[in-house]
């Protein structure tokens, strides 16, 4: 059985438009515990997650690339 509700959660938060909150009511749960244990799956803190990484990086030097001569 816990097989299947990981299942549904998953498929239920890949869903556009589907909230935390709207998961949480369907498995009979809280918001927060939904967020606990199946936030690898909520869409909106992968990229919250993925902006604050480019934002740390974004500032980091760019090395600068030359091209060399291909031997023959």
């Known amino acids: 059985m816990k097989h299947s509700r990981h299942t549904f959660a998953r498929i239920l938060l890949q869903r556009p438009g589907v909230t935390v ?3 949480a009511e369907l498995l009979g749960n809280s918001e927060q515990m939904v967020r606990k244990h199946y936030a690898a799956w909520i869409p909106e803190r992968q ?3 993925t902006r604050i990484l480019q934002d740390a990086f974004e500032d980091r030097p760019k090395p600068n690339l030359i091209a060399m001569p291909t031997p023959r």
């Open 47 to 49: 990229a919250r997650l």
């Open 21 to 23: 909150r709207d998961v």
